[in-house]
């Protein structure tokens, strides 16, 4: 199954995104062996820094960086997908300014929700970053759910149990772009919170 050929964004409603930075994965992958799903903020501002763009992506370094700070050994996307992890953004087009409005995710979030349900095995979902949650909790309000993920602090909520219907979902902090020049501190919470995860899968 190829993403991209699955779901698609047609009318770009949304105002102050950059459509030209609009990406969905370009990649062919077996749905059923997906068992993690990582969701960071937005598309980059390059094309060729989103994940799986190949060669020295920043999306790709920093995430590699995450999971070997994790203990998880990757040197490349590949085994990403051989471990059955999936990294894709809660918004697909790029960001104009440092935030992105509510009802920019608000929209996204039902392209992110027919992108998730596509991995009928999904067993975790790290989310990383404000915008992550937010979009999650978009999809479960609008199908009369409560929210997944307490409207807190990521501090606060990091370490609880929290689930999608069937899916335990870890609370993180975005791991790629310019937001992985934090401090040590958080640098250390994404890797535990990958670690959590990850447990979950071996």
Do not use: H, W
């Not at 067993?123 to 979009?135: E, F, P, R, S, W």
């Amino acid at each position: 199954m190829r993403i991209n050929e699955r779901i698609a964004c047609k009318a770009f409603p949304c105002q102050d995104i950059n459509i030209d930075q609009y990406v969905i994965p370009e990649i062919s992958l077996d749905p059923q062996n997906v068992k993690l799903l990582m969701i960071s903020e937005a598309a980059p501002a390059e094309r060729g820094d989103y994940y799986y763009a190949g060669g020295e992506s920043a999306f790709e370094k920093t995430t590699l960086a995450a999971f070997n700070d994790a203990g998880v050994q990757v040197a490349s996307f590949n085994q990403f997908l051989d471990l059955g992890i999936y990294l894709t953004s809660a918004v697909k087009c790029g960001k104009t300014g440092y935030g992105i409005k509510a009802g920019i995710i608000k929209e996204c979030s039902r392209l992110l929700e027919k992108e998730i349900s596509l991995f009928s095995n999904v067993k975790m979902i790290l989310l990383m970053g404000d915008v992550a949650i937010k979009a999650l909790n978009y999809i479960a309000r609008r199908a009369g759910e409560p929210r997944v993920i307490p409207a807190k602090s990521t501090y606060k909520i990091r370490g609880g149990e929290y689930y999608f219907r069937d899916k335990r979902v870890f609370p993180s902090y975005l791991q790629v772009g310019p937001s992985f020049g934090i401090e040590k501190s958080k640098q250390r919470m994404i890797a535990e919170d990958i670690s959590a995860a990850m447990s979950l899968i071996r």
